[in-house]
Nanobody, 121 residues
Framework: QVQVVESGGGLVQAGGSLRLSCTAS????????MGWFRQAPGKEREGLVC????????YYTDSVEGRFTISRDNAKNTLYLQMNSLKPEDTAMYYC??????????????WGQGTQVTVSS
């Protein structure tokens, strides 16, 4: 059974940093592209950034490029999202997803339950 579990969310002041983690089990982690998404109250889910099986990074939105950094540790089956210079508009539930495709384009098959990030002004 595939499980994807996010952690690391919390409350932070504007300008601060957080690092989210996502651990996947029940799959061959290095065969999967991994991505971060978020959904704010009343808004649709937004794709943020993806890292392919080979480590190629693709940002889906300009709003986080330069502030958020994705990385993966295949030995630990773990995905990370380092978030710096956080803004109140970054407040959302953050989700991790796994996709069984090589590049950052395809249907995301496995999703976590999310971790809440709240940025106070």
């Amino acid at each position: 059974q595939v499980q994807v579990v996010e952690s690391g969310g919390g409350l932070v002041q504007a300008g601060g940093s957080l690092r989210l983690s996502c651990t996947a089990s029940g799959l061959t982690f290095d065969y999967y592209a991994m991505g971060w998404f978020r959904q704010a109250p009343g808004k649709e889910r937004e794709g943020l950034v993806c890292i392919s099986r080979s480590g190629q990074i693709s940002y889906y939105t300009d709003s986080v490029e330069g502030r958020f950094t994705i990385s993966r540790d295949n030995a630990k089956n773990t995905l990370y999202l380092q978030m710096n210079s956080l803004k109140p508009e970054d407040t959302a539930m953050y989700y991790c997803a796994a996709g069984h495709f090589s590049a950052c384009s395809g249907t995301w098959s496995n999703w976590g339950q999310g971790t809440q990030v709240t940025v106070s002004s």
